[in-house]
């Protein structure tokens, strides 16, 4: 237990200091090596074994989708749709806001691409209509964590690749809190609204012309819409697998973007095929450090030691599953979502099992408590990636991302912690879960 408390704490320092994901845990992984007296040799073609894995095909092609439709301008007529069903009412842009990025979600899969896309459109749009500019970063910040739980979510497919869960199931363990969270948002969104005098109101439209301006939207969004319907329609109705279903919405946005949304140029494509790229890269070696530390941590018996730890402390499943929870956000607040799942779910799982939560439902509880680690200090890089785009300082937008945290994600995270009903609804009218 030694080894991996100081491990944790060669990640923390390095994180901290600013190394990159992937080197903090290498880092952590030559330390464990020394310390335990292991030979690499053995270690890291075990680690390169694991990744070769179907599953993780789909990882490169929903990254390089969802920064396709970003690219692409797919942003504007969703949130001009949002904005024809809920924006003239008081408070309304940030409900657009809140809804854009849950149908951006359905989209990219990712918080970062949320914000980029949604929070470069919206938060000068909202700034004209009288919202200060720290609270529209704040909303951005914590609504863009519902691409981590609208389905197709890229910490699912992780979670089912290293789990060895379905992935469609652990799709569709999200989307109960998903909802829920959108309301709640929603609903505080209101409330905080009400306490801004200098927001401005458009003016109400009749029926007639609310329904003309609604159809003319969803006309223009249809596209954008199309695409989670493809991946979600063609995986849940057996058209095509998780992997393949990210090659297609891969081809299919890029012809929207040239010649639909006409966001797409060809310069723009090269780019983005070379971020993606970068990003893919960096995820690979982080991959491989994250596998040679959780075979190491596998080996010393580590996961049945936190069980043991957690069982000696109490047996009641109420508590344990409290300690679990403080240990994700923990794990959310120093590291992102992608390498928060990879470390946290194979250390865990021995623990649910034990004390009879099933694995789809702890999906959705390390995807919801990771989703509050993300805009939590010290870390929390969808907070100060919010924090660059909008132009603020954290002083500014801290009080707002507080209140959602606070009375929206840890509500939604308690809920589904402690209601499995909440996670395993849809997977069970599915068929995914008996």
């Known amino acids: 237990m030694i080894g991996l408390l100081t491990a944790l704490g060669i990640i923390v320092v390095l994180l901290v200091i600013g190394v990159p994901i992937g080197f903090a845990f290498a880092g952590a992984v030559l330390f464990l090596t020394a310390y335990f007296q292991l030979d690499p040799g053995l270690l890291l073609p075990s680690a390169f074994f694991q ?18 439709m970003g690219e692409g301008g797919i942003a504007t007529p969703l949130i001009n749709l949002a904005e024809t069903l809920v924006g003239r009412v008081r408070g309304g842009l940030g409900i657009v806001l809140v809804f854009s990025c849950a149908l951006f979600g359905a989209i990219s899969g990712t918080a970062s691409s949320a914000v980029a896309a949604i929070g470069t459109v919206m938060i000068p749009r909202m700034e004209e209509a009288g919202y200060p500019r720290g609270y529209t970063t704040g909303l951005i910040s914590c609504s863009s964590l519902l691409g981590q739980l609208i389905p197709p979510s890229v910490p699912m497919i992780l979670f089912a690749w290293i789990t060895r869960q379905s992935i469609a199931a652990c799709f569709l363990s999200t989307v109960g ?8 948002y929603a609903f505080l969104n209101w409330l905080m609204c009400r306490r801004i005098p200098t927001i401005k109101v458009g003016p109400r439209l009749g029926l007639a012309d609310s329904l003309r301006e609604t159809g003319r939207a969803t006309r223009h969004a249809s596209f954008a819409l199309m695409m989670p319907v493809l991946i979600l329609g063609g ?15 891969a081809l299919y946005g890029i012809p929207v973007g040239f010649w639909i949304y006409k966001g797409l140029t060809l310069k723009k494509l090269w780019q983005t095929t070379i971020d993606s790229a970068a990003t893919i890269g960096a995820i690979v070696i982080m991959f491989l450090f994250i596998l040679v530390a959780s075979r190491v941590f596998t080996m010393q018996q580590v996961p049945q030691m936190i069980v043991d730890a957690l069982l000696n402390i109490s ?13 994700l956000i923990i794990v959310g607040m120093l590291m992102d979502d992608i390498s928060g799942t990879l470390i946290a779910a194979p250390l865990l799982m021995p623990l649910m099992l034990k004390i009879g939560v099933h694995p789809v439902q702890f999906a959705a509880i390390v995807g919801t408590n990771l989703a ?4 939590t200090p010290p870390t929390a890089p969808i907070l100060y990636l919010a924090g660059r785009i909008g132009g603020v300082t954290i ?38 879960v008996h």
């Open 315 to 327: 047996e009641n499943k109420i508590v344990i599953l409290m300690m679990a929870n403080v240990f």
């Open 51 to 68: 990744t070769y894995s179907v599953v993780l095909l789909s990882l490169p092609m929903f990254i390089f989708a969802g920064r396709i």
């Open 177 to 184: 809190p998903g909802l829920l969270m959108i309301v709640l």
């Open 235 to 249: 995986i849940y109705g057996g058209l095509f697998t998780p992997t393949e279903a990210a090659s297609v919405a």
């Open 395 to 432: 002083e500014e937008f801290i009080k707002p991302v507080a209140v959602l945290l606070l009375f929206g994600s840890l509500p939604v995270a308690l809920a589904t912690t402690y209601w499995p009903d909440l996670s395993l609804f849809l997977p069970r009218l599915m068929g995914y």
């Open 372 to 375: 509050i680690g993300a805009n």
